[in-house]
Structures are given as C-alpha cells and as structure tokens.
C-alpha cells in the first residue's frame, strides 16, 4: 500500500499496526488511562474543549488509542453531551467504521511514512505533511463541521514542519481539533506546548498488564509473561511487540547490557551485533529495546531520594541520536553496539542506575 499523500487520498501505511493485534484505530477498550479520559470527557462534552491536546507517555501506552476515541466522538457528536460519558462510539456506528477504513473525510492522520526510495521509515515528519493541516482545515464535515486531525507523533517533525503547525495552533478554524502524540514532548517548541491542553498517560501497572496479556494472548506460558511485563516498562504495546518474533529477546539483551554497563563483555557484544546484523531491522529493534530499558530505569531511579540521573539522562539522549543515525545511514551494527557500550559505561562512572 502505497504512502498516503494529499493527491492519492489513500489511507496512510499502517507502519504502527502490531501483528495479529487490532490497530489503534480499531480498538475501543482503552486500558488503565481512566484519569486522562474523564478530563478530556470533561472538556468535550462541556462545549468548550481546546482546540490542541498534547498527549504524552511511553510509546504503547495508549496514546493513539485515546486520540482515536476522542476523534470518533467529536466527529460523531462534536463537541456536545449528546454522547456517553466515557466518550465511547460503538464499533458497528458508521463513523467508526469508516475511520477504521480510513475513510473519514473529518478526520486527518499525519505521521511518519515510508521512505520510497528505501522502503524504510523516513526519520521525520516532513513539513510537507503537517502543511496538508492548512487545506484540510479549510473544508468541513462531520457533526456541526467539526475537523480531526492527529499527528503520530508530534516530538518526531522537523524544525519547518513543527514551525508549520505552529502556525496552525496559532489560527485554528472553528470546530476544529489537533490531537498531538508525543514520545517526549520536552522535544516540543514550548510555544506548541503552551497552546495545547495537556493529557499526560502513565505506566500501567504490573498486575493490570499481566492480566491484559493473559486475556489477550493466552497461549503464552506465565513466565515468559512475566518476563514481557518486567521489560515492558508498563506499556501494553510494547509487551505485545515483544511478544512477536526476536522482541523479547532483544529486550532482554539490553536489560544484560545496561546491568553490566561498568564492566562490557566485548566479545559478548560482538556475538550480539553479528546477530543483530542478520536480522531483518535487528538494530532498530535493539535501539528501541535500548532506549525504552533505559528511560525506564532513570523514571523508576529518579523517583528515589538523592538521586542523581543526568548522566544517564544524557546518555539516554545520545544514544537515541546514534541509533537515529545509524538507522538513516544504514551503518552496520558492530560500531553502534560498542558506542552504545561505552556511551553506557561512561555514565555508570558518574554515578549508579
């Protein structure tokens, strides 16, 4: 399926879809985000909602699938309490049928897309997809006229793209809403961030993403579940990519990587970029294994007394750079693994994780 663009009209590549699960678009059971969604209900169904949400978290947290719920209410309703108080729409209504196809003319979904040239993903959002906010925003539809649009995520435009949708926060049409995602909304201009309501989602417990797993996939045995929720880093997305193929154990070598930071095993990390190398986007896997082990750790550190985490933090912001490049430089794996390595060991000497 070809890449969505303003000529083509096609529904954008499902890049984000996790095999054999439905796609955010399609899931209506939100998980463990009750305090987010009753403050966006709040707004909505009072008639006065802003017009930008900033919605935060850890990628798999259920960011997409909050916008998504969010979008099929207004677009049903608009911004009314003719509808349920959870903001719920069923499944079998027409709007949510023709949003899970794609095919809803008042909604608007800007993401990343696939590289024509390369097959691969592009590292940004282009400019010349958040510029299509200008045309779309010019036409009405839906309940009242009301406009979606949802940009996945919003932390990943470049300087003239989020320039772009500045402007557009700047001089909003009426009825019409910007559901904004982000990894790391720190990344945002504070100008973007100053205009958008924010809806922040939190790490699901370790009890509710056990039971969320065992209902949803129950053929996996409980210790291998178990594994899946400690490397998680309580996101249900992300568990249910580990599930799939070499995730979990990749997962794995990372949390092995970052335990042993202070002492590297350099033949060790020889085996594993070899391996890396022969699987199909082995390193991006293993950057994503990284950096969410990683972030995970300095959330859960810096929560305790005393704790100094800048140097992981920094470390942690390398490493995202490096494995950013290596992705778009298709480097070959062995030099990014020992930089990882020694990125990972000089923090450890400035202080404990």
């Not at 009750?34 to 990628?59: E, F, K, N, V």
């Not at 958008?196 to 009890?207: E, F, I, S, V, W």
């Not at 060790?268 to 199909?280: F, H, N």
Request: hydrophobic letters at 40%.
């Amino acid at each position: 399926m070809a890449k969505r663009t303003a000529q083509s009209g096609e529904p954008p590549e499902e890049t984000d879809r996790i095999e054999g699960q439905p796609h955010p678009k399609e899931t209506f059971h939100l998980v463990g985000q009750d305090d987010a969604l009753t403050r966006a209900a709040r707004a909505i169904r009072s008639g006065r909602p802003p017009q930008g949400w900033l919605i935060s978290g850890p990628p798999g947290i259920g960011k997409a699938t909050l916008a998504y719920r969010i979008a099929r209410y207004v677009l049903k309703y608009g911004a009314t309490d003719s509808g349920p108080t959870d903001l719920a729409v069923p499944e079998n209504d027409p709007v949510s049928l023709q949003i899970a196809a794609g095919s809803y003319p008042g909604l608007l979904v800007l993401k990343r897309g696939l590289n024509p040239d390369t097959n691969r993903m592009m590292s940004v959002l282009s400019v010349a997809e958040v510029r299509r906010l200008s045309g779309f925003f010019g036409l009405t539809s839906g309940a009242g006229g009301w406009r979606v649009a949802i940009i996945d995520t919003a932390d990943q435009m470049n300087d003239a793209a989020a320039n772009a949708l500045l402007k557009a926060l700047e001089e909003p049409p009426p009825r019409a809403m910007l559901l904004l995602l982000a990894h790391a909304p720190g990344r945002l201009l504070p100008t973007i961030r100053s205009r958008c309501q924010r809806l922040t989602l939190r790490p699901l417990g370790a009890d509710v993403l056990d039971r969320e797993l065992q209902a949803r996939m129950p053929e996996v045995p409980a210790e291998a579940r178990a594994s899946l929720v400690r490397l998680a880093g309580g996101s249900l997305g992300q568990a249910l990519q580990l599930a799939d193929g070499e995730g979990l154990a990749l997962a794995e070598d990372a949390d092995t990587l970052i335990d042993g930071a202070a002492h590297p095993d350099i033949v060790a990390l020889m085996g594993l970029a070899d391996r890396i190398a022969r699987m199909k986007d082995g390193l991006d896997s293993f950057g994503e294994a990284v950096l969410r082990t990683l972030g995970e750790r300095i959330r859960t550190r810096a929560h305790s007394p005393g704790a100094n985490v800048k140097s992981w933090i920094d470390a942690w912001e390398m490493l995202g750079n490096l494995f950013a490049r290596a992705n778009g430089l298709h480097l070959e794996p062995r030099q990014t693994i020992l930089s990882t390595a020694h990125a990972l060991a000089r923090a450890s000497r400035l202080g404990t994780l």
